[in-house]
Structures are given as C-alpha cells and as structure tokens.
C-alpha cells in the first residue's frame, strides 16, 4: 500500500504502530491516529457509498462534523457498531471496520444504478415518485424503501458494555479546549475557582493541534499547548475532559457531557464502564467550541479526495499524513492557502491554488509564488472526473469563455468556502442568533443562559482573538461565579490575518440542471434540490429542510447548513435571516443509548416493587405478572398445568373450599383527625358520616369531571380513624389528589393523610371455610355472623400477631382480608397455609382473581372502566349519597352530556357459542352487514371463561347498553363474526347467598 | 433539568423532585350545585395557554408534599417566581416578566 506518512512528523506516536482491518484488509496507522488518518496514510480515500445514490465517497473533514465518512466499527463479539465517523474513532490493536451501504463490494455496488437514476430521487422523492398506484405503497414502495434506507446495520447482540453516569457542580464550565477554551480555563482556574475543561477529541488543543505557523508568548504553539495543559492538570480546582463531548446546553447552566472511557483502549479494565454521562451544573459557561469549514458547491465535490482544506492542514499536521501528492486548491478564503503552503513545505506538490476572489493578498500570493504553487485568481471550478477518487478538476476564470477553461490532473482537491461558527450548543439554550451580512453567517446576540461565548464562535478569527477573547471570557466567568483574578495577555507571532468572500453554488458554464453540486453530503442533497423545492413553493427553510432532508441527517447539517440556507435564500429571494436557521437540537454528535441509559438496565431499568409474600411465591414457581409497578403472582401451575388448567383449578377450589391470594399491593391510605368523615364525605360519592365504627363501605371515587377515578373498601375504625384501600395503581395518584383537596380546597378541615400501602402485607382468604381456617387463629375477634358481618372491620390478633380484620370478599365467597404488619406477611401466609392443608387451602394468582371477581360483576378500575365512565354507568348508582349536598364530581353528573340515555354503559355480554371466550378490546357493532367502516357502538372490558359456569362469559360498555338487555350484539372477528346476547353484569349467584355460606 | 425553590422548604431542588398541577389561581366553587352548566364547564375545562407568564401550581411531592403556586415563562421555561399557597399572584413588573 502506498504510503503517505512522513516520518517523524504530527502528533502521533511513531514507535507504536497499531494494526486494524477496513473491510478485511489490514492496515497499519500509528498511536494516535484516526481511523480515517490512518486510512489516508495508506493511501486510501474510498471508505463508504452514499445514502441515496450510492456514489463513492471519501472523507471529508478530520473532525465531528463528519458527513461521509460512516464505518461500522467491530471492538469484538457483540461490540459492533455502525455509522461511526472514521473522523473520531481512534485506531486500536485488532479494531475492524467496515464500509457501509453497498452491494456487494465498496468498488462495485449495484445500488450506484441510483446515481443514474438521480430523477427520481430528487427533493421530496419520497412524496412523489411513490405516490402511486396507491396499492403499491404497503407491498412494494414501502419494503424498498426500509430495505435499502439507513446507513449501517445496528447490532442485534445485548450490548455487553456497561455505561455510568455522575454529576457534577463547578463554578466554570469551559467547553471546547482550542486556543481560547485553553485560555478561559487558565484564566478561570488560576482565580481559583472550579473548573472544567471538556473537548471531544483526544487530546486538549483544539485548532492549536493543526497549527504549526504561529508562536505564542515567544513559544510555539505546540509548546505552549503543553505548558498551558501542564498548568491546568496541577491545578486542584481543575477538571480536565478529554474525549469528552457536551452534547446538550438545557436550563439553568444544566449541561451533558458523554465521555469515551474505554474505546479507545486495546483492553478496557475490568469493570471499566464504556462511556460516562455527566450531568453537570454548572454558575457560568464559556463555550468555545470553534468554526467548522465550509464545503464550496461546485459538480463533483463529493468525490473521494476532495476534502475541506483545513481538514488536510490537519491530517499533515497533527497526523503527519498527506492526503495527496498532487494537490489542487479552491477556495474562498484565505484559510485554505495555508494547507496549500503547508502541504508544499513538505514537499507535496501543489498544482494550483485556484481562489474565486479576482483580489487576493499579495503576501498569499507572494508565499505561493515563492513555493512554485500556481495561483489562478478570479477562477472557478465546474467539475471533476474520477470514477473512485478524483483525478481531475476542471477550473476556468469566471469572467472567461469556456475556451479558457484549463483541466488539471490531481489527486486530491482541497475546498475551503469560510468558516461556520459552531453554535450548537447556544441554539440549544435558546439564545437567540443574529445573521451577520458582513460575514454571511449567523453569529451569537442574546445569550439566555449564564453563559458567554469566546474565539471562533463569536466570528473573530484567529489565534490573537481566541486568545484574548478566552482569556476574557475566562476571567468574568470566574468573577460571575465570585472568584477574582487578573487577565492574561498574549503575544502571538506569525498568525496571517484571514478573511474571505461567501458564495452559493461557485459560477459555472456548464448546465446546472445535471450538475451534482452537493450541500448536505451524508443525505445526498445537491443544490438543484434545494432550488427545486422553493420552485415548488417552499419558501421557509424549516419546509425545505423537511422536503429535501437536507440538514436532516445524523451530522445535523454541520458542514451545509449556511450553504443550504444562502441557496435557499438567493432561490426565495429573500434575505438570509428572513429564511431562517433550522433549529439545532442535543445532541450535538450521536451518542449511545447506553450512555443515556447509565446505570437503568437490566434489573433496574424500572422499579420492581414486591410484596413481603413474593419470595414464597417465587419458591412455588408462580407465574408473575407486572401490575403498575409491582409483579404479582399470576398464577400458580402444579406441574404439567398450563394458565387454563391452573386458573381453572384455582378459581375452583375457591368457590368450593378455601382459596388464599396475597392483596398485599392494595393502595391503603390511613385517614385520621376530628374531620376524617367530613373529608370522606367530600370526596367520595359514599355518605360516611352514619358509617359506625367497626364497618367499612365499598367507596367510590371521581375526579372534578365526574368520571370514576378510584374505587376501594373503606373501614372505620373509630370515630376519627379510616383505614382507606384504593386500586394497586391507584394508590399514589388517590393520595396525591386528596392531598391537593385537603391543602388548596379544605384546608379548614383537621385530618391528616398517610400512606400505608407498604406497612401491611394483606392476606385475603375467600371460600366457604375461610372462617373456619382463621378462627382457631384470630384473638380479640368475634367472628360470629351477628358480630362480624359482611362488610365489618376488627382489630384484634392472628397467629400472635396485630391484625386489622376485614370481612370482605372480592369473590362472592364468604372472605376475610387479613392486614397484618409487613414484616409478618410471610410468617401468617405460611401459617394459614398449614393450617388450611385440611380445607385443602389454594393459592391463587392475579388470574383467578379477575375471574372471580367478573362472575360478581366486581369492575376493576382502569380495565371496566376507562375515564369516561359515571358511577350510572358503570352500574354503580347506588354508592351515590344522594343526600350530600357536594363530593368531588358531583356537579359534573347533573350537566346535560352526563344524563344522556345513549351513553356507553357497562353491561354484561354472553356469547351465542358459550365456548368461544370474546377477545378484551373487541369493538361490538350493531348490524353487523352495514359497510366498512362500520359504527362501533362499544368494546369488550373483561372477558374470561368461568369455571363456575362452565361457559365464558364477558363485560362491554355499549352505547344506551342498560336499555339493550337481551339484545343480540356483534363483534366482528378476522376470523368472522360472533354474536353476543347483552345482559346483566353479575353471572354468579346474583342473590349474594354465598357471602355468608 | 430545572431547578425549582420551594417556598415551604426555602430550598432550591432539582425538577425531579417536582410534580406539576396545572394552572393556579381556579379555586373551587364553594357551592358547586349554584353555578350555571356554562360557569362549571369554564371551571372544570377552560385554561389559559399564554405564550410567556403563567402561573401553574406545583407540588414538592418527594420533599415536604406542599403545593405551592409558581410563575413560569412558558418560551423560556423558567421560573420566575415562586409562592405560597394561598397567597396572591405576584404583580411583576415589565422586566420581571420579560425574564
Ligand atoms: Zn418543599
């Protein structure tokens, strides 16, 4: 392989060499390189295929910006990832990448039939060319599009690394660590206060790390580069991030830091996490994040070897690689003579330096002509050739005829079209923007944040400014968060001053209709785009950015945003501004999601709240399933059970003997003072007041709206004392509400709230020998039917144990709901369970509860009903006290929607075919022969096949369905039709005899 | 992330410890059976939605649980001030609101 290293030049470690593969060849880069400077110190350019059509692309930039050159990246088994700048991927021993998006090889991809195909994928192909026949969409345009769209494969491993994240306080955050960042921080660090100084590249240094030309206080500027980071490494206060990159500005100076721990590394430690999220907040912010070059527009400038020019003064510099050995130069600015003399100075030839300005310095030209670089002044370029990496470039003087146009052999062209100061992270806050005419750009005017920008991203260019204006920044940084210090001043030799012009597309002779003049390079958007989608009335740049996708892709348009805009705005004719910038959103470079997700996998991606008797239902083998956020047994199957035999063997033996499922995951809320019957009268539906201690009372909850909200058995246990239950997912929202009533509506009423869901494991026991199991156990009690009715509460003692007592039942059979203390749960489960071997005691899961409790009629909030509900509809009027002069929701049922007749009601279904169990969700019609689409007049709430009854049997809401009993409905199926008969909502003993069997 | 200060606790927390409850300053009828469907309709369902100043209740939910009122520029999204329950809406002045 060709080698375009030159020995002992750059930054990087000569004596080490590091070998990887690109797809399967082995290369050979140094420590210290790129993926991408290693590639091109071997000569190659070629390292991936465009999104739309597939032209070969080289690289671009040497930095973030990136927008061709996308790797997938293999660190080892399950460590593969796509789309990753070679820009920024640090080479290591054994890393293989690979180039994306072609078939079957990079050289030879069938998808470049795209590239002559380029009609059709034009701005807004997507809403055009396969519009119709609109029977094509679902089985032919849409599987095309998914099956060639996206850049790289994303793994399909568990991602084996693992992610951290920490926070953090400072005094001064200093983003971005080139010339001026350096000087902010040592400004702010030596007044004492705490700093941090992130950059995410490898190194601290920024453009300094490019820059061989000037000195700085007499030093170099790699020299004072390492004094400066020397500094700051001994200073206490001074956090230094390197490889670290802030990739979002939110409020309140919140800032988010990822930083790339490991990948860099050959062999992470042990236990070393991947990445770290750091949160940190931070009294004031310097951003320093400098300009990114901008491309020029002109045919064939996405060619492999066409690259910005800073970013082959880079490559040269810090990485001692040449990107060609017969350079050409375009260029608007002055900054792009520097790589041409660069690059001469270490004996590359430069063919030409071809500038759009008819006037250019005289010291510039003077310099080239000195080097023996040609200089063509007033000349544009109109094309390129070069099937895999350019070859050639055509240039012609833009007031000339064609006749003067001259072809010049190159292998590499190098653009530089001004300079974009990076504003990301400001935009971010919000700060507002101000176009500046003068130097074509949009620059920083009212920073919302307490936060001040500093060198390139303020528009003042070069290495004096970013110094003082770092040093500055640094400084009333320091003395914003309190602490006081002097400035610093620097001398600078050596800096050329650097100015330049704007331009859109570069002028050409050539038809503009066929020319592949590309501006936002990684979605394939060329200029023609652009002007094509304002040609067809979009006029605001946020339109044409959806309508082109230009801008839109992973880089965010770093390197053609004001290109795109200045096309746009010339095609509108309209000023700049008048257009607008797209909005910049965080964050700033494509970040992992592990690094978002830190810490939250796995096992603490959510919390897993269980119940004192989980364990000895996990011991059982339960099935579990999650309900809000706890898990709950499910069911319990016996061996060779599968969920029908087992819930049908439960519910059962619960009808016919005894049945013990853990209710530990109720919402309980103990409501206690002089008033608490008064605010139960507020806000439950239920009168509270003649409740007699010792009794307790199914209540009923709505929100102002009147929907039902909650629902729960509520006991009194003396006069200023209730012991509330609500819904498991109901508990923290019932709370909250009553505090909100108690604090801002009734905040004369004495009674305090406390939430006591998790100081008692609740045990409920349902059958006819409930009673006889816990009666040899409980003390204190009466547990005779005079004394101890349905619907009673007790404290007394069972096993030993304090116990609240009810006697209630959620099943239709005699039950008893046994609090007792959270820490005895398990003890008095097991207790129970041994004493019950007689009865043949058996637990049941969440599943046979719902069945049971449906062959009631009992609805579950939140599954029966779904927020539009009204006590009359759900069947539950009666638990109004009508008497009550107000409750929450109580004005709502009298307005007009409320007393319709054809609101949807709750009502029960039994279907035609009592085998078929109806699927919950099910819409049900009335006619079921009227044209698609039909009227649905309901759904099926709880469906389930009941052992009891040995048919299924169903709830629905049905619009006027208490007017509808004995009705046939239907409920259209794929697989057909079903018919249902409307009935009543209780399907088991109606007459309620078992309660008390 | 936003900072929030509580005015029971006197201390500025992380949002997280937050909860929003809506716009402040609709208090309830006192005797809701009175009002007109139109005037219970304006009090269960119509809310401001201003660009700028609002004032909006929170609840310091995972600290002392008190609500209180704030004002908040909704373009912005920062808290301008924040208050008491029960005590009246703060007049700003021009600058105030203009954050
Ligand atoms: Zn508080």
């Known amino acids: 392989m060709a080698d375009f290293r030159i020995p002992g030049a750059g930054r990087v470690n000569h004596g080490k060499p590091v070998q990887f593969t690109f797809n399967g ?107 119709w026949p609109k029977s094509f969409w679902n089985k032919v345009y849409e599987p095309i599009i998914r099956g060639t769209a996206g850049l790289g494969k994303p793994p399909v491993e568990p991602d084996p690394d693992t992610y951290s994240s920490r926070f953090a306080h400072c005094d001064v955050l200093v983003v971005g660590s080139g010339p001026a960042g350096l000087a902010a921080a040592l400004a702010a660090g030596r007044s004492g206060a705490k700093v941090f100084l992130v950059d995410e590249q490898t190194e601290l240094g920024g453009s300094l790390l490019s820059e061989t030309d000037a000195s700085i206080n007499g030093m170099s500027g790699w020299a004072w580069l390492k004094a400066s980071v020397d500094e700051l490494a001994g200073m206490d206060n001074v956090t230094l991030l390197p490889r670290t990159t802030a990739i979002g500005y939110y409020h309140q100076n919140f800032v988010g830091l990822c930083q790339r721990i490991t990948d860099h590394l050959s062999s992470a430690p042990q236990g070393a996490p991947r990445e770290r999220m750091w949160k940190i907040r931070a009294k004031q912010v310097v951003l320093a994040q400098g300009a990114i070059e901008k491309p020029l527009v002109f045919d064939g400038n996405d060619r492999p070897g066409v690259m910005l020019a800073s970013a082959a003064r880079t490559y040269l510099n810090r990485y001692g690689v040449k990107v060609g050995n017969s350079p050409v130069v375009v260029t608007s600015h002055d900054s792009a003579w520097l790589a041409a003399f660069d ?103 009212k920073h919302v944040e307490s936060s001040r920008c500093a060198g390139a991203g303020n528009g003042e260019f070069g290495l004096a400014n970013a110094l003082q204006q770092g040093a500055a920044a640094g400084q009333a940084a320091a003395a914003d968060a309190g602490f006081s210090g002097s400035g610093a001043s620097y001398e600078i030799a050596g800096e050329i001053a650097l100015g330049g012009t704007t331009l859109r ?99 603490l991606f959510d919390v897993t709240r269980k119940t004192p008797i989980d364990s000895w239902a996990e011991e059982q083998g339960a099935v579990f399933e999650p309900v809000s956020l706890w898990r709950r047994a499910w069911y319990f199957p016996k061996p060779g059970e599968d969920m029908h035999a087992a819930v049908a063997r439960e519910c059962k033996a619960t009808r016919d003997s005894l049945g013990i499922f853990d209710a530990s995951t109720l919402g309980k809320i103990e409501i206690v003072g002089p008033d608490a019957a008064e605010f139960l009268n507020r806000m439950y539906t239920n009168p509270w007041t003649k409740l007699q201690p010792g009794r307790t009372r199914y209540g009923v909850l709505l929100g102002e709206d009147g929907f039902i909200r909650d629902d729960g058995v509520i ?79 007790a404290e007394g003692k069972i096993a030993g144990v304090p116990t ?122 009335l006619d079921p022969n009227q044209a698609v689409p039909m009227k649905m007049v309901g759904h099926v709430t709880s469906s389930y096949w009941s052992v009891a009854l040995n048919r299924s049997i169903a709830l629905a809401v049905i619009e006027g369905g208490n007017g509808r009993m004995g009705e046939t409905v239907h409920i259209p199926m794929p697989s057909g039709t079903l018919r249902a008969k409307v009935t009543g909502t209780v399907f088991y003993d109606p007459e309620n005899t078992r309660l008390s069997a | 992330m936003l900072l929030i200060h509580c005015p029971y606790c006197d201390a500025t927390r992380p949002e997280v410890e937050f909860a929003y409850g809506g716009q402040a300053h609709i208090a309830r009828p006192l005797d809701p059976s009175s009002t007109t469907d139109e005037q219970w309709r304006d009090h269960l369902y119509i809310r401001v939605n201003p660009r700028g100043i609002h004032a909006e209740r929170w609840r310091h939910i995972h600290g002392c649980g008190r609500f209180f009122n704030a004002i908040r520029d909704t373009v912005s999204d920062k808290f301008v001030t924040t208050y008491k329950a029960g005590e009246p809406r703060p007049e700003l002045t021009e600058k105030e609101g203009a954050r």
Request: net charge neutral.
């Open chain 1, 343 to 445: 690059l001469a100075r270490a004996g590359v030839k430069v063919q030409a330096i071809i500038d759009v300005r008819k006037a250019v310095p005289t010291d510039l030209k003077a310099t080239a002509e000195s080097l023996g670089i040609e200089v063509l002044a007033g000349w544009t370029v109109t094309g390129t050739k070069g099937r895999l990496r350019v070859s050639s470039v055509r240039a012609k003087p833009i007031d000339g005829g064609s006749e003067q146009a001259r072809e010049f052999a190159c292998d590499a062209l190098l653009m530089g079209g001004g300079w974009t100061p990076s504003l990301h992270l400001f935009s971010h806050t919000q700060g507002k923007l101000e176009w500046r005419e003068d130097a074509q750009t949009f620059l920083p005017a």
């Open chain 1, 505 to 603: 597309e570069l002028p050409t002779d050539r038809n503009t209709a066929t020319a592949k003049a590309f501006v936002d390079f990684q979605n394939d958007v060329t200029a023609k785009d652009i002007r094509l989608a304002v040609r067809e009335g979009f006029k605001s740049i946020e339109h044409v950015k959806r309508y082109t996708t230009t801008g839109m892709a992973t880089d965010q348009g770093k390197t053609s945003n004001i290109n795109g805009l200045l096309i746009a705005s010339d095609a509108v004719q309209r000023p700049a501004p008048q257009v607008g910038l797209t909005t910049f959103r965080p964050p700033y470079t494509p970040t992992t999601f592990g690094a978002f997700a830190g810490y939250n996998r796995g096992r």
């Open chain 1, 804 to 925: 609240r007592l009810f006697r209630m039942s959620f099943t239709g059979e005699r039950g008893y709901e046994i609090n007792v203390p959270a820490r005895y749960g398990r003890a008095i489960w097991e207790k129970l369970m041994a004493e019950g071997q007689r009865y043949g005691i058996t637990p049941y899961g969440t599943e046979t509860m719902h069945v049971l409790r449906a062959e009631k009629g009992y609805i579950i909030v939140g599954q029966d009903t779904d927020g539009t509900l009204t006590p009359d509809d759900a069947g539950l009027g009666w638990a109004i006290g009508k008497a009550k002069p107000d409750f929450v929701g109580k004005r709502s049922l009298s307005r007009p929607d409320m007393l319709k007749t054809d609101r949807k009601q709750l009502v029960g279904l039994l279907t035609e075919d009592p085998k078929t169990v109806l699927e919950e969700g099910a819409q049900i019609v």
């Open chain 1, 25 to 131: 060849k082995t290369i050979t880069g140094l420590e210290g390189d790129t993926v991408a400077s290693a590639l091109l110190a071997n000569g190659v350019h070629l390292v991936g295929r465009s999104f739309k059509y597939h032209r070969p692309r080289g690289i671009l930039s040497a930095g973030s910006e990136e927008p061709n050159a996308l790797l997938g990246v293999d660190h080892g088994p399950a460590r593969v990832e796509p789309n990753n700048r070679a820009t920024v991927v640090e080479v290591t021993q054994g890393l293989k990448t690979i180039s994306q998006n072609h078939w079957p090889s990079l050289e030879r991809d069938i998808g470049a039939i795209n590239d002559v195909l380029y009609m059709l994928f034009t701005a807004g192909f997507y809403y055009k060319t396969f519009m």
């Open chain 1, 715 to 793: 006991g009194r246990l003396s006069t200023d004392r209730f012991h509330v239950t609500t819904t498991t997912g109901g508990a923290a929202r019932v709370l909250n509400m009553m505090e909100d009533y108690l604090q801002t509506e009734f905040p004369d009423l004495k009674v305090w709230l406390t939430s006591t869901t998790e100081q008692w494991a609740v045990i409920a026991v349902n059958g006819p020998n409930s009673r006889n199991l816990i009666a040899p156990l409980v003390e204190g009690i009466d547990l005779s039917e005079e004394a101890f009715p349905h619907m009673s509460i």
